[in-house]
Every structure is written in structure tokens, then in C-alpha cells.
Nanobody, 123 residues
Framework: QVHVVESGGGLVHSGQSLRLSCAVSGGTLDTYAMAWFRQPPGKERQFVAAISASDQATRYAESVNGRFTISRAIAKNTVLLQMNNLKVADTAVYFC????????????????WGQGTQVTVSS
């Protein structure tokens, strides 16, 4: 069974950058599609970005397109989320997810989840 563990969250000011990591065990990145979701306080979990296993095709939520980049570090079996020009609205718990297929933007379709890492952006 695949396990994922997020790291890299923290407190930053608006306009700054942060990079999240998702370490994958029990599977490899050429087998599992990977995604990032986030859950702001008092809101439902939201899709952020995803990357496919086969051709590394990426997909982004409109709210982060052009600011966030999802990528894979194959040698470390790790997925990264580079977040630039952060905004207060990006404050949330960020979750990494994995699945055998590219399961799109619906959280319930992704099978494997980490525990989340908090990102707080202050003005």
C-alpha cells in the first residue's frame, strides 16, 4: 500500500515562496498519479495540482495557475509543490494524494492521502 508524507509547510508573508514535499513509499512515481489538495479553515478540500504517472502531464486549479508548480523528483520518489507569490487566500492545510490513475479534481476519487501540512500566509 502506498503511503505519502507531506513536509515543508510553515508561516510566510504575502508574496513569498514555499516548497512542499511529498515523500512516497510503497510505490513509485512512474506508477502512481500524484496530486495536491488544500483545505482552508472552515471550507471543503480543494484541488490544487496534479501530475500524471505516465507522461507527467500536469493540471492546476485556476486560482494557482502560474504561481504553483508541481513536479517529481524521481530519484527521491518525492513530489514537490513550488508555491510562489503566495497570497493570504492560500492559507490552508495542504494534502498530498496518490492514485493508480489520474483521478482529476475530485478529492473523493483519490485513494491514498497524507496527514497534511499547514501553510499560513500573513499579510
Amino acid at each position: 500500500q502506498v503511503h505519502v508524507v507531506e513536509s515543508g509547510g510553515g508561516l510566510v508573508h504575502s508574496g513569498q515562496s514555499l516548497r512542499l514535499s511529498c515523500a512516497v513509499s510503497g510505490g513509485t512515481l512512474d506508477t502512481y498519479a500524484m496530486a495536491w489538495f488544500r483545505q482552508p479553515p472552515g471550507k471543503e478540500r480543494q484541488f490544487v495540482a496534479a501530475i500524471s504517472a505516465s507522461d507527467q502531464a500536469t493540471r492546476y486549479a485556476e486560482s494557482v495557475n502560474g504561481r504553483f508548480t508541481i513536479s517529481r523528483a524521481i530519484a527521491k520518489n518525492t513530489v514537490l509543490l513550488q508555491m510562489n507569490n503566495l497570497k493570504v487566500a492560500d492559507t490552508a492545510v495542504y494534502f498530498c494524494a496518490a492514485d493508480e490513475i489520474m483521478s482529476g479534481s475530485s478529492a473523493f476519487k483519490w485513494n491514498y492521502w497524507g496527514q497534511g501540512t499547514q501553510v499560513t500566509v500573513s499579510s
